[in-house]
């Protein structure tokens, strides 16, 4: 079975949003974000990379699981 992949937009308070490609795992990228900026961000949309539909919107210290 194929691991669905998504494609992910943080937004940020005082800069442009961060867009990151082709993610399996979506608490990783929040670690990886966290450790690069901070934890500034204020928002993450998630995308389906295969449908290319919205699927969710995180806020800075919600739970994020690692897949959908």
Not at 8 to 17: A, G, K, S, T
Not at 33 to 47: E, L, Q
Not at 51 to 67: A, D, E, S, V, Y
């Amino acid at each position: 079975m194929q691991k669905e992949t998504y494609n992910v937009i943080f937004f940020f308070p005082e800069r442009e949003p961060v867009k990151y490609r082709n993610c399996n795992n979506l608490y990783s990228i929040v670690l990886y974000v966290n450790r690069i900026f901070g934890m500034s961000w204020t928002a993450v949309n998630v995308y389906s990379k295969q449908t290319k539909q919205f699927l969710i919107q995180f806020k800075n210290g919600q739970f994020i699981p690692p897949r959908l």
